[in-house]
Each structure stands twice: as C-alpha cells, then as structure tokens.
C-alpha cells in the first residue's frame, strides 16, 4: 500500500434535478462557474494536492464529462489556424491514462458510487470530490487535506461550521480532540434531527479514505433516503482506524442548489481583475 494520496474519485452520475431544465441536457458538471465548468475547478484542486489519477463515476447521459478531457482537434486547428492562443484549453487536456470512467448503471446512492471505483483504486488510499461543493481558497482545499493527512494517517474528511437547524441536511461528526484546524472524529451519522445532532461541524464534498471502506461497501447495506450512504461505511472506520475532520480554509458554494450557483458565479466573478470592474459597476447601481 502507497503511503501518498495518488488517485481522486468523482461521482458525477447524478442527475442534476435541482438544476432542471438545464441538466436536462447538460451534465450540471458542465455548468459553468464563469468561464470554466464545475468539473475543470474539482479537477484543478486534485492535480493541485498530487493526485495523478482521476477516476470519473458516470452514469447515462454523461459521456459528455469524459469527452469534455479528450483533444478537440477541430478547435484546435481553427485556433492555430488564426493565430490565437491555446492556452485557455490546457486545463482541459489530459494526460495518456490519466482520467479513468466506470459506470454507475443505478442511482443507489453516493456510496454505491465510490464503491462503483473499487477495481481502480485498488488498495490504496484515495480522495473523494464531489464537484458540486465548488471550494475556493488558496491553496486549495484538498491540498490542505493532504497535507494533515500526511501527518495523522488514516482516514480525513472536510467539515464546516453549519447552523444547527441545518444539520439533517449533511453527515455530521462527534468531535474528539482538535489541534488546529483538525479534530478527532469519534462519530458520524448522516442527516441527523437538529435536537439529535452531535455537533455543527458538517462533512463536505471532499474525503480522503483509506481502501478498507471498499470492502464495508460490499455489503450494499442501505441507510438514510434507502441509498447506500458513504456516511456509513465511514463510521464503521471510526475506532479501527485514525479518523480525522479538518475544517479547511476555503469558501464552499453549493454548486447544486440555484442560489448557491448564482452566489459562485458572483463571488468568483469579483476575484477575477479581467471582469470584476463591470460586475461591481452593475451591483453598485442595482
């Protein structure tokens, strides 16, 4: 087994129905936050921490991910052809076998689709990211992961603070002991009732697990929402193995809800000096 944190899971089969119409034709990965789609940032963030792997979950109607990394030599040839630059597109180029596709052929949950990746991650410990938790920080949240990661072991997930009227919308951990920015996780339930939750520090879209949780997978037990929850499995980890949460600095937006989408592409508009001048121009007269 490596020591490092080589290879990235990203589950993108799902359907997007809190963006519909337009992921009725679109992968919501392909949405774009500004000028680059949500999966190119999640993409961006794990080359950033190491990884040298990308292993894609798709589903039906999702080939457009994949085809999205391949070479476009049409546009490429225009482009050169008339003198323009190709260097917009390198963040879309990937390397000979350094993206992989498997296929989740059911919607059975989040960690049916991690499970789904079991063959190519192999026994190894690997990342989670789900490109709809677009998280912005410098560096990057998963390069902040790995390298505590580096120094705990075993297996990371990233919280944040949330209200406590929220907490039935995520996994949730029973803190232990923090140093920093890490705590100790000696618990984890999924959705938990506000007046049943062990705390405010929610789980996020990004996860570092050692491979073990795989063989918990297996099993196909269902949990909350009748799905294979990751949450679960994860929590049978808990006391067997050093089970860390680190609370990253980095915003989080929630890429999968309208508001949250419209706020990203506002709040990360405003970062960039190319076009932030007419956005706060219009936001000064709206």
């Keep these: 087994m490596t020591n490092r944190v080589r290879k990235a899971v990203f589950p993108v089969a799902g359907l997007g129905t809190r963006l519909l119409p337009a992921t009725k034709a679109i ?14 940032y999640a993409v961006d963030e794990a080359r950033e921490a190491g990884i040298e792997q990308l292993i894609f979950v798709t589903g039906r109607g999702k080939s457009a991910l994949v085809d999205y990394f391949d070479a476009a030599f049409e546009l490429e040839t225009t482009m050169r052809e008339k003198g323009k630059s190709l260097d917009p597109l390198e963040p879309s180029r990937v390397h000979f076998g350094e993206l992989v596709s498997v296929r989740q052929q059911q919607p059975l949950g989040l960690g049916h689709a991690v499970w789904c990746a079991r063959e190519v991650v192999g026994n190894e410990p690997f990342a989670v990211l789900l ?29 944040e603070e949330v209200p406590q009227d929220r907490t039935g919308s995520y996994g949730v951990i029973t803190p232990g002991k923090t140093d920093g920015a ?9 959705k938990p009732k506000p007046e049943e939750a062990p705390s405010n520090l929610a789980v996020i879209g990004r996860y570092i697990l050692q491979p073990d949780v795989m063989r918990i997978l297996d099993r196909g037990d269902v949990g909350a929402g009748g799905e294979i929850q990751l949450t679960d499995a994860m929590a049978q980890l808990i006391g067997k193995q050093p089970f860390h949460a680190i609370k990253v600095d980095a915003v989080r937006h929630d890429c999968g809800d309208k508001a949250g989408y419209v706020i990203a592409n506002l709040a990360l508009a405003l970062e960039r000096d190319d076009i932030s001048p007419k956005i706060r121009e219009y936001l000064d007269r709206a």
């Design 27 to 40: 992968p919501k990965e392909l949405l774009t936050v500004v000028d680059r789609p949500l999966i190119q």
């Design 131 to 159: 490109p709809d938790d677009l998280m912005s920080g410098t560096p990057g949240a998963l390069k902040q992961m790995v390298e505590a990661w580096e120094k705990v072991g075993g297996n990371m997930l990233a919280t």
């Design 182 to 190: 890490v705590t100790e996780v000696l618990g984890l339930v999924e």
